[in-house]
């Protein structure tokens, strides 16, 4: 498998644009992450999906933020307006929830800068 | 609220032992994970605790005390290309998967 895939590996956009993260979970997996992280603030769960579902959204930081998983295969982490608060390394993880282990896998992450 | 600790910063010599401490106050709790992050790149997946112990995996070993909130993980025949940020994470949701991550601590290998 190619492990989780982000795209575009770098992003940079002007205040006020809207900014699209595009993530690929490995296949099977069933949970979903979006995790952004910074120098101040460190890695912070933003909005975790299982089977689909939103679980867990309070990490989003305002309304600006949204994020969709349409199906098993794809989510998207959209941002807009974007400011320049928001530049950070956005990362996406899958997990396969389990009796076992449920490790999360992170894909190499989007680096966001908003001039 | 959720807390993590882990120490900023840490250095060592190739070849020693380094531990590098985590303590943790959560909502829940379904296991803690330890992470190597090197910079620039992705968190990759080090080990998994669930109950109290010591799990050995190669030259990197992680503790857990669940009624302390501590955990440790411990590395060593240190080298080089261990220099790198480890993040501590708690799964604190019982039937799901809510991970929340520490600061993370970032080790420096000196020859």
């Known amino acids: 498998d190619a492990g989780v895939i982000q795209s575009p590996r770098h992003e940079v956009t002007e205040m006020g644009q809207e900014v699209t993260l595009r993530c690929k979970p490995i296949s099977g997996h069933n949970s979903l992450f979006w995790y952004r992280q910074t120098m101040m603030r460190g890695l912070e769960l933003l909005i975790y999906?299982?089977?689909?579902?939103?679980?867990?959204d309070s990490g989003m930081p305002e309304d600006r933020f949204s994020a969709k998983m349409p199906n098993a295969s794809f989510s998207t982490l959209k941002i807009q307006p974007s400011e320049p608060r928001d530049s950070a390394v956005y990362f996406c993880?899958?997990?396969?929830?389990?009796?076992?282990?449920?490790?999360?896998?992170f894909g190499q992450g989007t680096r966001l800068t908003v001039v | 609220g959720q807390n993590i600790d882990q120490p900023t910063e840490m250095t060592a010599t190739e070849g020693a032992i380094v531990q590098i401490n985590c303590t943790y106050q959560?909502?829940?709790?379904?296991?803690l994970f330890w992470y190597q992050q090197h910079a620039g790149e992705a968190p990759t997946f080090l080990s998994y605790?669930?109950?109290?112990g010591l799990e050995e995996k190669g030259r990197f070993s992680s503790f857990l005390s669940r009624s302390k909130g501590y955990s440790y993980l411990l590395l060593k025949e240190l080298q080089m290309k261990d220099s790198a940020s480890y993040l501590c994470?708690?799964?604190?949701?019982?039937?799901?998967?809510?991970?929340?991550f520490g600061p993370g601590t970032r080790l420096s290998v000196l020859p």
């Open positions: 959560t909502s829940g709790f379904n296991g």
């Open positions: 993880a899958s997990s396969l929830v389990s009796l076992s282990r449920t490790e999360a896998f």
């Open positions: 994470a708690v799964n604190r949701d019982n039937y799901g998967q809510n991970f929340v």
């Open positions: 999906f299982n089977n689909n579902v939103p679980i867990d």
């Open positions: 605790n669930v109950l109290d």
